[in-house]
Structures are given as C-alpha cells and as structure tokens.
C-alpha cells in the first residue's frame, strides 16, 4: 500500500520505517528541512536501537522516501498517518493540538481520491470528531474516512514492539477503511498480535486509559517501596509476589526514580483535563500525577539524609540521566529535577551516560560530563545509579575506585545489597 507518515518524530520514524519494511511504499513527510535532508542522507535524529539500519536499507530499497511537500506527498498516497507531536499546553493541563489542526487543514485541502486518514498520534477523545469536521469543509464525507490507530511503541524497544505488539487497536466508525486497516496489519496479525476494532472514540481512550494504568502501577509499587523503607522490608519481595498473581502480573511493578518522557505525564494531564470536560473526576490518576511529581524530592531527602545533610562540596555521580535505558531522550526525566537541586545545594555533580553529553546541564554550576564510567567514579563520595542501562549492569565498583571509597545509592535496585556490601561499599537502594 502507499502510505504517507506526516512528521517524522519517534511515532512517525519508527511506524513508518516498519511499515516500509513490511513491504509497502511510504513517504515520512516533515516540515523540518535539515531534518529531511539528514534522514535522506542516513542520519537519524533520534537514538533507537536498530533504526538506523532499517532506515538504510529501506531507503536503499526505495520503499521508504523523506520528504518536505505535504501536498504531493498526500496525494501520491492512500493512506494518511498523522503522527506531529501533542505536548502539553504551557498553562501544564490539557494537549496542545494545534499541530494536529495544522496539518489536518492542509491534508484536507490535498484530497485527489479516497484516503484514509489516521491519527497515530494520542490524541484526546473527540479529536477525531473535530479532525472530521475540518474536512468536511472542503470535502464530501463519501472522500475521507478519520480513523484512530493508537501507537503503544517505547522508547529504547520501538522496533520490536511495532513487529510483535499485544495488540493493534483500530477505531473507525467506517466499515471499508476499517477492512484496508486490518488488512495492513495482517503480517502482524498472523504473527499473533491480537486485532481490536473499536469506535473512533475508544481507540482514543484506550491509549489514555492504558497509559494512566501504567503510570498508575508504577506509582504504586513506588509508594510500596517508601513504606518497605520504614519497615525494614525488600520491595523486591513485594513485587515478586504481587506480580505473581495473574490477575496483577509481573510488568512494570519495578519501583525506582519518579516515571519519566514524553508519554506518561503528558497523557496523565490530558486525561484528566478530558475527563474534567466531561464533568468526571479521575481522583486517582490525579493522585498518581502529584505522587509522582513529589517523588523527585523525597529521593532527593533520602540522599541528603545518605550524606547526613552535608551536601556542599561533595561530589555526586550520576550513571545515567536519561528517563530509562536505551534512548538519548530526557524528557521530564526525574535527573532534571535531582542535578540542578544537588548543584544548588553546592554539590560537584559528575555523569556519564551511554549516549553522552546533555545540554540540558549545560548552565547548571559544577556540573561534568563523564567520557567513561571509571572516569565519573573518581573522586566520587556518592554514586546513583539512575538508569537502568546494561552498561551499570555489572560494574566492578572494587576494581574501579581508588583512594576514598563512595556510597552507592541504587535507585532502580540493579545490584544485590549483600554482595555489593561484602565488597565494602555502604549500599542504599529503593525499599
Ligand atoms: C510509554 C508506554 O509504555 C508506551 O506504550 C507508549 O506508547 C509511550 O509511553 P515509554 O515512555 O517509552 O513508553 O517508556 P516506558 O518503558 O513505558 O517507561 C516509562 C517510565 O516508567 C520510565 O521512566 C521508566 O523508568 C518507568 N518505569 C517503567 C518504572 O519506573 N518502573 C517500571 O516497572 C516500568
């Protein structure tokens, strides 16, 4: 099929690759000409694991095109994929959709035959309805068919959860484009991805809903973890056990640093500021919102209480700053809350990252990017480990000091207490 991807973002890159590799035509359009320029020339602008090789080969191949001509590009295609960003308003509540109306103007203005629009990007519920009204102001209904098809591809694991999803929600009001859609997907389908056909409004929802539960479980097995502090309990236990109940099961129930990046507290807000609309009040997503959000200082308190409140002129070493492993992305990633407040406090703060320097830190004071996880060691009183990257894994902290020996602070509970303190070291992990 041909397909036309607009905006060349994660959900864009990633779908659109996949799909070009499932053997259809597709063109990735952006109005970012640099950005165009360098994925025609194999540069990808974001770090996904095993991208860029499918980005290249499917170039090579000519099923996949870049593209700055929105008009054209929706044109030679059947099916539209509207993937341009949704972030949060400035006043911090509901999506911003104006990207989203931008290019649904002018994709409506580029109609030449029947095409199936579909919104990739999450979208609050009823957008769809507008996106419809918008084209229907210079098209026949019989021309368009506006479908939802929520992505649920993380960051760092994109590839393989557009190969092998759990499942593919399509929401269509529309019996023909709904049949065009399933038969899209059905190299995955026959693989063994569950396909579910919804309303347009559902496939909206669902995409909030699951991405609140998420949250929502992950905050809960932090507050858990805060409680196995006072009690002298491991939170690894409670989670093992918990996750062992089918009905709980065993997927994120990890307890570390506040959830982080560009989906869940951009989609938290959003529901919530939906469901205000309509008069409902989601308490507990609210709750999950401001749980998380405190999270960063109760950690914070937790190092400052590890250092016996003398901060100033102690060097702090941060492995990983990135929300979680295998991405470069930093979006609300709870190490933008922790470093300036440790800096301020007069602390020398050293990181080292797998994917390196972050400009986010540029202009807070003492603050060094680390080539090497050795280097950031040196000199070091205290080390957090705040991603969870392969790379800090297995780190031989014995081999690797000299002179004074630092604490350890594990926020994502990689390591076993008991051996990490037979080697010496003072150890505090999460719970
Ligand atoms: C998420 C959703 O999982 C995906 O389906 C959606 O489409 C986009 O948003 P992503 O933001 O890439 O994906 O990351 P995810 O792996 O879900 O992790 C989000 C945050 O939760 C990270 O900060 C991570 O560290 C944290 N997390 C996750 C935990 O703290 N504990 C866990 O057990 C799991």
Same mark, same amino acid.
């Given at each position: 099929m041909k397909l036309c991807m607009i905006g060349t973002g994660y959900?864009?890159?990633?779908?659109?690759?996949?799909?070009?590799?499932?053997?259809?035509?597709?063109?990735?359009?952006?109005?970012n000409i640099?950005?165009?320029?360098?994925?025609?020339?194999?540069?990808?602008?974001?770090?996904?694991?095993?991208l860029s090789e499918l980005?290249?080969?499917?170039?090579?191949?000519?099923?996949?095109?870049?593209?700055?001509?929105?008009?054209?590009?929706?044109?030679?295609?059947?099916?539209?994929f509207i993937c341009v960003g949704t972030p949060t308003k400035k006043d911090g509540s509901s999506a911003d959709l104006s990207q989203i109306f931008n290019v649904s103007k002018e994709i409506s203005s580029s109609i030449n035959k029947f095409k199936i629009i579909v919104t990739k990007s999450t979208v609050p519920v009823t957008t769809g309805d507008?996106?419809?009204?918008?084209?229907?102001?210079?098209?026949?209904?019989?021309?368009?068919?506006?479908?939802?098809?929520?992505? $649920? @591809? =993380?960051? /760092?694991? *994109?590839i393989r959860d557009f190969i092998y999803p759990d499942r593919i929600v399509v929401g269509s009001n529309d019996k023909r484009?709904?049949?065009?859609?399933?038969?899209?997907?059905?190299?995955?389908?026959?693989?063994?991805?569950?396909?579910?056909?919804?309303?347009r409004r559902a496939a909206e929802?669902?995409?909030?809903?699951?991405?609140?539960?998420?949250?929502?479980?992950?905050?809960?097995?932090?507050?858990?973890?805060?409680?196995?502090?006072?009690?002298?309990?491991?939170?690894?236990?409670?989670?093992?056990?918990?996750?062992?109940?089918?009905?709980?099961?065993?997927? $994120? @129930? =990890?307890? /570390?640093? *506040?959830?982080?990046?560009?989906?869940?507290?951009?989609?938290?807000?959003?529901?919530?500021?939906?469901?205000?609309?309509?008069?409902t009040n989601l308490s507990v997503v609210k709750s999950v919102i401001k749980s998380n959000e405190n999270r960063s200082t109760l950690l914070l308190?937790?190092?400052?209480?590890?250092?016996n409140k003398k901060i100033k002129n102690k060097t702090i070493t941060f492995l990983g700053v990135t929300f979680k492993a295998n991405t470069d992305d930093m979006r609300d990633s709870s190490s933008l809350k922790?470093?300036?407040?440790?800096?301020?406090?007069?602390?020398?703060?050293?990181? $080292?990252?797998?994917? /390196?320097?972050?400009?986010?830190?540029s202009k807070i004071k003492n603050v060094f990017n680390s080539l090497s996880i050795k280097d950031s060691l040196q000199g070091s009183d205290l080390v957090i480990i705040h991603t969870e990257w392969n790379d800090f894994k297995s780190i031989n902290f014995k081999s690797l000091y000299k002179g004074k020996k630092f604490i350890i602070y594990d926020m994502r509970n990689i390591y076993s207490p008991k051996k990490i303190k037979e080697q010496g070291f003072r150890y505090y992990s999460i719970g």
């Amino acid at each position: 099929m041909k397909l036309c991807m607009i905006g060349t973002g994660y959900v864009g890159l990633v779908s659109g690759v996949c799909f070009a590799d499932l053997g259809n035509d597709v063109i990735c359009v952006d109005k970012n000409i640099d950005k165009i320029n360098n994925l025609s020339n194999g540069k990808i602008p974001i770090y996904e694991p095993g991208l860029s090789e499918l980005v290249i080969k499917n170039f090579k191949n000519k099923k996949l095109k870049f593209s700055t001509n929105l008009k054209k590009s929706v044109k030679e295609s059947d099916i539209i994929f509207i993937c341009v960003g949704t972030p949060t308003k400035k006043d911090g509540s509901s999506a911003d959709l104006s990207q989203i109306f931008n290019v649904s103007k002018e994709i409506s203005s580029s109609i030449n035959k029947f095409k199936i629009i579909v919104t990739k990007s999450t979208v609050p519920v009823t957008t769809g309805d507008q996106i419809e009204k918008i084209f229907l102001k210079k098209n026949n209904r019989k021309n368009f068919a506006i479908i939802s098809n929520p992505e $649920f @591809l =993380r960051e /760092g694991e *994109a590839i393989r959860d557009f190969i092998y999803p759990d499942r593919i929600v399509v929401g269509s009001n529309d019996k023909r484009s709904s049949r065009i859609l399933k038969n899209l997907y059905s190299p995955l389908i026959s693989k063994g991805a569950s396909y579910l056909h919804t309303s347009r409004r559902a496939a909206e929802l669902i995409k909030y809903a699951s991405n609140s539960f998420l949250a929502t479980k992950i905050t809960f097995i932090n507050e858990m973890a805060n409680l196995c502090e006072k009690i002298g309990v491991n939170i690894e236990d409670i989670s093992i056990g918990m996750g062992l109940d089918k009905r709980i099961g065993s997927r $994120f @129930l =990890r307890a /570390g640093p *506040a959830y982080g990046g560009s989906c869940f507290p951009k989609d938290t807000k959003a529901i919530t500021s939906t469901a205000d609309k309509f008069k409902t009040n989601l308490s507990v997503v609210k709750s999950v919102i401001k749980s998380n959000e405190n999270r960063s200082t109760l950690l914070l308190n937790r190092v400052y209480e590890i250092l016996n409140k003398k901060i100033k002129n102690k060097t702090i070493t941060f492995l990983g700053v990135t929300f979680k492993a295998n991405t470069d992305d930093m979006r609300d990633s709870s190490s933008l809350k922790m470093i300036p407040a440790l800096s301020k406090k007069g602390a020398k703060i050293k990181y $080292f990252d797998p994917t /390196g320097y972050k400009k986010e830190f540029s202009k807070i004071k003492n603050v060094f990017n680390s080539l090497s996880i050795k280097d950031s060691l040196q000199g070091s009183d205290l080390v957090i480990i705040h991603t969870e990257w392969n790379d800090f894994k297995s780190i031989n902290f014995k081999s690797l000091y000299k002179g004074k020996k630092f604490i350890i602070y594990d926020m994502r509970n990689i390591y076993s207490p008991k051996k990490i303190k037979e080697q010496g070291f003072r150890y505090y992990s999460i719970g």
